[in-house]
């Protein structure tokens, strides 16, 4: 029988990693601890990564390693560094968590619905198993792929070549990279989006998207990511199949879906 997949992103969709907070600062710390001044090497590593993107090298734009000591033999520093150790020095709690109680629950409630479990993200494993693992999510997958392992990334839907069988959900944070993804894989769109105004909680997560106030949150998340400013609607690829606030209203839209 073929296996009926729902996917999800990590960052910001289901877990909060130390990147930010914690790995950036300290090769910073680092950095111009090698130069003797202060240098910006987080922002040129960040404008390099957006560069790759916007190139299509969706790969390469989330080798962070590469991109570093790149940065680093154009400064004149030899010394090459690695980041998995630090990922994995600032994988424990408060430093990195669950977005939301109650979802590890979640995702053991849509496998004992029949569904199969991926995580489908752009971060590269070495980078994303410590977090998971540290956080309990590693042993609820039955996959992880990530772009160094299927040599592509999101929204390519070519990164979910690994998965053998139907993909039936994608669930995530962004329009540019989830959405859209399960748009040009033929999967269900499932938004997260947790800030969700009041007013709009007490609908159903299908309808939603087709109230206008919700429309003009998507359009302006669509701005904020793109960058641009002057959006008059949204994208037709970018539009979810449903909205939710909580993984815990996902049951419902996966029964729809495995019904229909």
Not at 27 to 46: F, P, S, T, W
Not at 163 to 192: E, K, N, P, S
Not at 229 to 254: C, H, N, Y
Request: hydrophobic share 45%; charged share 30%.
């Amino acid at each position: 029988m073929s296996k009926r997949w729902v996917t999800f992103d990590l960052d910001g969709t289901l877990m909060q990693n130390p990147f930010g907070a914690w790995v950036f600062p300290e090769i910073a710390e680092a950095v111009q601890g090698k130069l003797g001044r202060a240098h910006d090497i987080v922002a040129e590593m960040v404008e390099e990564h957006e560069a790759r993107m916007r190139q299509g090298r969706f790969v390469e734009a989330y080798d962070w390693d590469e991109i570093l000591n790149g940065r680093l033999r154009s400064l004149g520093i030899d010394e090459a560094m690695e980041i998995e150790p630090l990922v994995r020095k600032h994988s424990v709690p408060p430093k990195i968590g669950l977005l939301e109680s109650g979802i590890r629950e979640a995702l053991l409630e849509v496998k004992a619905g029949g569904f199969s479990l991926a995580a489908v993200t752009n971060g590269f494993y070495k980078f994303q198993a410590p977090v998971m693992e540290a956080l309990g999510l590693l042993e609820l997958f039955d996959e992880v792929v990530t772009p160094e392992r299927a040599g592509a990334g999101k929204p390519d839907p070519a990164i979910l070549r690994p998965l053998d069988g139907r993909i039936i959900a994608h669930v995530g944070d962004r329009l540019d990279h989830d959405v859209l993804l399960a748009a040009r894989a033929g999967a269900a769109a499932v938004l997260v989006y947790r800030k969700l105004p009041v007013e709009l909680k007490s609908m159903s997560p299908c309808m939603r998207v087709q109230d206008p106030r919700a429309v003009r949150l998507l359009i302006e998340k669509g701005m904020k990511e793109s960058k641009q400013d002057d959006w008059m609607e949204l994208p037709k690829e970018l539009l979810p199949t449903a909205v939710i606030f909580s993984m815990q209203e996902l049951r419902g839209i996966l029964i729809a879906e495995k019904e229909s």
